[in-house]
T-cell receptor, first 114, second 118 residues
Framework: GAGVSQTPSNKVTEKGKYVELRCDPI?????LYWYRQSLGQGPEFLIY????????DSGLPNDRFFAVRPEGSVSTLKIQRTERGDSAVYLC????????????FGPGTRLTVL | AQKITQTQPGMFVQEKEAVTLDCTYD???????LFWYKQPSSGEMIFLIY??????QNATEGRYSLNFQKARKSANLVISASQLGDSAMYFC???????????????FGTGTRLKVLA
């Protein structure tokens, strides 16, 4: 596809459950970013990959959050023992030139923890 | 301290008029980038315009221009001839460049909600 895709578009889960959110970046983009956006706020940085490795994971709020990008393309954000406070839209973006160029965002996954 | 500050939570503009959305930033780096994104009610973030810290000319993209005042650390977005479709949230973002590690981290402001009136 031409753009960044994210699945699922919506995820409703119960407190304490495990969820996985998927991001498929633009082909050839080595940099991939995950953000969390709460209502009325700007995107909050979570983690940034260059290729397969996490170049910066300083935004992950705690050890319940983890992300992987095993082949340098698709990435999965994993959240263990979900809490109601994890409810937000999770945005993925990819960028050329290792992250130097503008970011292209996916449509987001809206996560609701009941 | 906020690295990106957008002081206008909401703005109104009459259709066909120009509007300026404010953004100030805080960095001690020499190399950085400044971006503006639009987020309509559909939720997708749309890239509008980019200004590099070393660029001497203000960036322009169609009806969008970026008023870059480096000494004041401001990067205001100017939208000329506003259209009803410009109604959206607008986010200013800064790319922090770390050349030693070759990494680029982005920080976003809290956004300004623009409403264009017919």
């Amino acid at each position: 596809g031409a753009g960044v895709s994210q699945t699922p578009s919506n995820k409703v889960t119960e407190k304490g459950k495990y969820v996985e959110l998927r991001c498929d970046p633009i082909s050839g983009h080595t940099a991939l970013y995950w953000y969390r956006q709460s209502l009325g706020q700007g995107p909050e940085f979570l983690i940034y990959f260059q290729g397969t490795g996490a170049a910066d994971d300083s935004g992950l709020p705690n050890d319940r959050f983890f992300a992987v990008r095993p082949e340098g393309s698709v990435s999965t954000l994993k959240i263990q023992r979900t809490e109601r406070g994890d409810s937000a839209v999770y945005l993925c973006a990819s960028s050329g030139r290792g992250g130097y160029n503008e970011q292209f965002f996916g449509p987001g996954t809206r996560l609701t923890v009941l | 301290a906020q690295k990106i500050t957008q002081t206008q939570p909401g703005m109104f503009v009459q259709e066909k008029e120009a509007v300026t959305l404010d953004c100030t930033y805080d960095t001690s780096d020499q190399s950085y980038g400044l971006f503006w994104y639009k987020q309509p009610s559909s939720g997708e973030m749309i890239f509008l315009i980019y200004q590099g810290s070393y660029d001497e000319q203000n960036a322009t993209e169609g009806r969008y221009s970026l008023n870059f005042q480096k000494a004041r650390k401001s990067a205001n977005l100017v939208i000329s001839a506003s259209q009803l479709g410009d109604s959206a949230m607008y986010f200013c973002a800064m790319r922090e460049d770390t050349f030693t590690s070759g990494t680029y981290k982005y920080i976003f402001g809290t956004g300004t909600r623009l409403k264009v009136l017919a």
